[in-house]
Each structure stands twice: as structure tokens, then as C-alpha cells.
């Protein structure tokens, strides 16, 4: 996985559905631009992926991994929500939330 010409370890991706964030006078649900996912990186290999996510919180990021259909895929987004797994007190991984992730087109 690439993020902003950095080569980070290949975490676990669960894709989201689009988000509704409105419905037409119609009734027709209105889907968030964009689709959504979970990174899920494991520890210890990536203690410093906190650190690193962390300070991208908030701020556009491209990435090239494997879409929903599984091609690799260079897309940009907003990281969203950065969460550190603790179990039985010890930190055991990270999880990243990126949203609004649209293909990049005409690279």
C-alpha cells in the first residue's frame, strides 16, 4: 500500500457501502460521494503506523491499494478516524477509518 509516495505494510481492508445522507421528495435514498473503509494494521510490525496516521488525521491522502473489486487502485480521500487496538492492556494494532475515497482518473 502506497499513501502520499510512502510505503507502508498491506493492513486489512473491510469496505463500507456508501453512506445516505438524504433522501429525493421521491423517497430515493442520496449516497455520500465517495466510498468508505477500515484499514487494520497488527502489531508490533507497525508500531509507528499511530504516529504516522495520526498526524495525517484530518488532511487529503492518495493511496493506490485494492479497491472494492480487488484492482489496485490509486484513489483520494480524508483520513477520517484513528483508533489503537489495546487487549488486555497492550496495544495489539491500529485501526483507520478513510472516507470520500474517489478513483483518480488519468494517471
Same mark, same amino acid.
Given at each position: 500500500?502506497?499513501?502520499?509516495?510512502? /510505503?507502508? $505494510?498491506?493492513? /486489512?481492508?473491510?469496505?463500507?457501502? $456508501? !453512506?445516505?445522507?438524504?433522501?429525493?421528495?421521491?423517497?430515493?435514498?442520496?449516497? =455520500? =460521494? #465517495?466510498?468508505?473503509?477500515?484499514?487494520?494494521?497488527?502489531?508490533? =510490525?507497525?508500531?509507528?503506523?499511530?504516529?504516522?496516521?495520526?498526524?495525517?488525521?484530518?488532511?487529503?491522502?492518495?493511496?493506490?491499494? $485494492? #479497491? $472494492?473489486? #480487488?484492482?489496485?487502485?490509486?484513489?483520494?480521500?480524508? *483520513?477520517?478516524?484513528?483508533?489503537?487496538? *489495546?487487549?488486555?492492556?497492550?496495544?495489539?494494532?491500529?485501526?483507520?477509518?478513510? /472516507?470520500?475515497? !474517489?478513483?483518480?482518473?488519468?494517471?
Amino acid at each position: 500500500m502506497v499513501v502520499d509516495s510512502n /510505503e507502508i $505494510p498491506d493492513p /486489512e481492508i473491510s469496505w463500507e457501502s $456508501p !453512506n445516505i445522507i438524504g433522501y429525493t421528495i421521491g423517497g430515493e435514498p442520496v449516497l =455520500a =460521494a #465517495g466510498m468508505s473503509c477500515e484499514l487494520s494494521f497488527s502489531l508490533p =510490525a507497525e508500531l509507528d503506523l499511530f504516529v504516522f496516521w495520526y498526524s495525517l488525521l484530518g488532511q487529503r491522502v492518495t493511496v493506490t491499494m $485494492p #479497491g $472494492p473489486d #480487488g484492482c489496485i487502485t490509486t484513489m483520494a480521500g480524508y *483520513v477520517s478516524r484513528i483508533r489503537q487496538r *489495546v487487549r488486555g492492556g497492550v496495544a495489539d494494532g491500529v485501526d483507520v477509518t478513510l /472516507e470520500y475515497l !474517489n478513483p483518480i482518473v488519468g494517471i
